[in-house]
């Protein structure tokens, strides 16, 4: 399953440098907000109670073995069970008008849902809406999403009023831990070779999909749909989707959607949200919208200007945005939209904004931002922006722009290219600026910053003595940078979990190359790419 911080936009999501307009500002002039106005309607800013926040189903506490209940603030979920539990299902809704509830087919079948849903009116008045119950029972092993959707069944084409959507992760009785880690998982990639969406799987090889001439491409978490941005084998641009048994290929945003935009759009950027097949878009506009990967029209959730890209909690059910000057954070629908940071006059990203870390357990998230002119003291800040409240100012230190977060936000690499050589910094929780090492341009051209890895300790960089090259080195503090792969170019380097990366070696005599690799042990290659854009998730059968 894919979270946030592993559903990596590869080459597209690099951040990059803050840039000041003026270098002589006001040390202090970036002002995190706490509490401001947003431009939108319904805003509720007041702060909200950390404890009446959705709390999500933890994978490290299950929900218990007997009859967990679900409602719609359930919505994104990953839900635990064990071989045997009885699952229930209780959401809104109003069978005298027609509408009524209805699960989708599940692929794997893990749930058998028991008999029919019960629908109870709210009261005895004639039309009243009230609670549609399905109960389910666990019984298969595996990982499956589980959707159900609310619409009329005579009206085939008209796409549902509402969705509810979960993930299920259910384990064997037997089992000590509901976690799918516990159980055997296979590594699914998706990429493009000679033309099509072609997705690889463990064990079985490649299969190429669908014709396209795609420039982006995702998978969903439970490795059944795979959406891409690009132009098809009609000569149709738009994002597309296809299951990943090669059925189904549908148009989800094509160019009559984007053209009647006021002002028209183009599509910059897209993803799932965590657990749930519901695709998130951005257009070069600072919007944001949403459609549903399994079928349906899209629907805008912000307009120009007011969305923008965005970072989803890890439990799903909130995300921030990111639009010029200001980070705005939000439920997953939009609702309560308020600016939680804010960027003076003069500092600015590029289009795709900051990094963002979120906390694990989706409490809030962490950026690193300038806060005063570049070299002067605490002209660094990493901040800590939770659900509710005032931003925390965790570590300063005096560095130039731009800073690299570790995935724990514990740590932040910069290299300090202002001078010969370039020097490499590691600043720790407590402010303490230590040199890793310094590296001299001519003997390493190319000396790049290129992600950290999972344990948040070591780092990536590319040492290549050749400009033209990517050679990406495991560094840490104290330690002596030991090259990664063993190809001599490899891109677009991901981390799969904590001991195997994917990258693209370049300039083979084949062509470019998707290669898996345990790291320390010889690399695994998977197949010939003519991109460097790929994208992976688990699946447990």
Not at 92 to 106: A, C, D, F, K, S
Not at 124 to 129: D, E, F, N, S
Not at 370 to 393: C, E, N, R
Not at 416 to 426: C, L, R
Request: one cysteine or more; a negative charge.
């Amino acid at each position: 399953m894919k979270h946030l911080t592993r559903i990596l936009w590869f080459l597209i999501l690099v951040i990059a440098f803050l840039t000041l307009a003026g270098c002589g500002q006001a040390q202090d002039s970036l002002q995190p907000v706490s509490d401001p106005t947003f431009p939108l309607a319904p805003i509720q800013p007041t702060a909200v109670s950390p404890t009446a926040l959705p709390q999500p189903v933890s994978k490290s506490e299950p929900l218990p073995a007997s009859s967990p209940t679900l409602t719609e603030a359930d919505a994104g979920k990953i839900i635990d069970l064990k071989q045997g539990d009885i699952l229930t299902v209780t959401l809104e809704g109003n069978i005298t008008t027609g509408y009524n509830w209805e699960m989708l087919p599940q692929s794997p079948a893990i749930l058998q849902q028991i008999g029919e849903p019960e629908a109870v009116p709210d009261s005895k008045a004639p039309g009243t809406g009230g609670k549609i119950t399905f109960k389910f029972q666990a019984v298969k092993t595996g990982q499956a999403g589980l959707k159900l959707i609310y619409h009329r069944s005579f009206e085939t084409d008209v796409p549902p009023e509402k969705t509810f959507e979960v993930t299920i992760v259910c384990a064997s009785p037997a089992g000590t831990s509901s976690s799918p880690t516990s159980m055997p998982s296979v590594l699914r990639v998706v990429y493009f070779k000679d033309g099509y969406v072609t997705l690889w799987t463990d064990g079985q090889g490649s299969r190429q999909l669908v014709e396209s001439n795609a420039e982006q491409v995702r998978i969903s978490a439970d490795g059944q749909v795979i959406v891409s941005l690009g132009t098809n084998s009609s000569g149709t641009y738009g994002l597309f989707a296809i299951n990943t048994d090669g059925t189904s290929p549908r148009l989800l945003v094509g160019q009559d959607y984007l053209q009647n935009l006021q002002p028209a759009g183009k599509i910059v950027a897209f993803d799932f949200a965590p657990a749930s097949h519901t695709l998130y878009v951005v257009t070069d506009q600072y919007d944001l919208h949403r459609v549903e990967a399994t079928g349906g029209s899209p629907v805008p959730v912000f307009g120009a200007g007011r969305g923008g890209f965005f970072s989803f909690s890890p439990d799903g059910q909130w995300m921030v945005l990111y639009h010029p000057n200001e980070l705005v954070l939000a439920h997953r629908d939009g609702s309560g939209a308020r600016v939680v940071f804010q960027y003076p006059e003069g500092f600015g990203y590029t289009m795709m904004g900051p990094e963002i870390i979120w906390k694990p357990d989706s409490s809030g998230f962490q950026i690193a931002s300038a806060s005063g002119p570049q070299g002067s003291p605490d002209s660094m800040t990493v901040w800590f922006i939770p659900l509710a409240g005032d931003p925390v100012k965790q570590i300063s230190y005096a560095g130039p722009y731009g800073a690299n977060l570790a995935p724990d936000g514990r740590q932040v690499v910069y290299l300090y290219f202002q001078h010969e050589p370039v020097d490499v910094h590691v600043v720790s929780p407590d402010g303490r600026d230590t040199l890793y090492d310094s590296y001299v341009t001519a003997t390493y051209p190319a000396i790049n910053f290129m992600g950290w890895a999972p344990d948040s300790q070591h780092f990536l960089l590319n040492l290549s003595p050749d400009g033209r090259l990517t050679v990406p080195y495991l560094a840490m503090l104290g330690e002596q940078p030991v090259k990664l792969t063993d190809t001599d170019n490899a891109g677009s380097v991901v981390w799969v979990d904590a001991e195997r990366i994917l990258f693209v070696s370049h300039g083979a005599p084949g062509g470019d190359a998707l290669h898996l690799q345990r790291v320390g042990e010889p690399s695994m290659f998977l197949d010939t790419v003519h991109s460097s854009m790929f994208d992976y998730t688990f699946i447990y059968p």
